[in-house]
């Protein structure tokens, strides 16, 4: 699963303001969201529960 905060600050809170389950992601790894910028960041949870920190988009 994908959680997507589209105004993500490093020294803010993370805002989830979208996800996407692993049903919505391609067999090739794609994904398409909506509204993304540069500013936008993705925190990873895989099937075990495990959280990635906050990723900021380049």
Known sequence: MLLVDLD??????????RTVFAKDIADDGSIKIAGLTKSAGLIAIDKHGNESKPVKLK
């Open 8 to 17: 993500y600050e490093a020294d803010k809170p993370f805002d989830m303001d």
